[in-house]
T-cell receptor
Framework: QKEVEQDPGPLSVPEGAIVSLNCTYS??????FMWYRQYSRKGPELLMY????GNKEDGRFTAQVDKSSKYISLFIRDSQPSDSATYLC???????????FGTGTKLQVIP | GAVVSQHPSWVICKSGTSVKIECRSL??????MFWYRQFPKQSLMLMAT?????????EQGVEKDKFLINHASLTLSTLTVTSAHPEDSSFYIC?????????????FGEGSRLTVL
């Protein structure tokens, strides 16, 4: 079993839809959770960064962490074609310990 | 967010030559930088952790003599792919954490696409 599981997709939605992206994990030591957006042939761009359980909102993006279920989510409201990219979840126990990435979910928002 | 710059963004070289990729933190100091490799449609594979002023820590299966890492200052790490072969063709990405005692937030460079002919 991988430490972090993420559905690779692809996920296709119409413009304006609410998108839900998810990751599950097995390491209970993970405390810090991140979501990255990666466009084709580009480096990942940090979207959201959360600590422990709870919700965090930034514009159209909402990150949720449920440590009891070892489950994290990223919601995108009013999705736009420019949101079409691969979304990577990432997590770490903190400090200088290694960050573990999911395999990424490819999202396509259709105009 | 913090800015990490990577250069070159793409490079083509002949088999047997060496290629150097630079990673710079532009607006913060980074005692630790990370080098990743990414194959098409796959996630990031951590190759090594670059530590300022000391030797890099390589992940299992990564040849340290093949992928030379130097972290000479708090804002610059370099990855040199020595005697490159076609199987080394890949997308190489660096990342860095701002400051001391950082909590895990990583910022990435734009990536460098290496093609070995």
């Amino acid at each position: 079993q991988k430490e972090v599981e993420q559905d690779p997709g692809p996920l296709s939605v119409p413009e304006g839809a609410i998108v839900s992206l998810n990751c599950t994990y097995s390491n209970s030591a993970f405390q810090y959770f991140m979501w990255y957006r990666q466009y084709s042939r580009k480096g990942p761009e940090l979207l959201m960064y959360t600590y422990s359980s709870g919700n965090k909102e930034d514009g159209r993006f909402t990150a949720q962490v449920d440590k009891s279920s070892k489950y994290i989510s990223l919601f995108i409201r009013d999705s736009q074609p420019s949101d079409s990219a691969t979304y990577l979840c990432a997590m770490s126990p903190g400090g200088y310990q290694k960050v573990t990435f999911g395999t990424g979910t490819k999202l396509q928002v259709i105009p | 967010g913090a800015v990490v710059s990577q250069h070159p963004s793409w490079v083509i070289c002949k088999s047997g030559t060496s290629v150097k990729i630079e990673c710079r933190s532009l607006d913060f100091q980074a005692t630790t930088m990370f080098w990743y490799r990414q194959f098409p449609k796959q996630s990031l594979m951590l190759m090594a952790t670059s530590n300022e002023g000391s030797k890099a820590t390589y992940e299992q299966g990564v040849e340290k003599d093949k992928f030379l890492i130097n972290h000479a200052s708090l804002t610059l790490s370099t990855l040199t792919v020595t005697s490159a072969h076609p199987e080394d063709s890949s997308f190489y990405i660096c990342s860095a954490r701002p400051g001391q005692g950082s909590t895990g937030e990583l910022f990435f460079g734009e990536g460098s696409r290496l093609t070995v002919l």
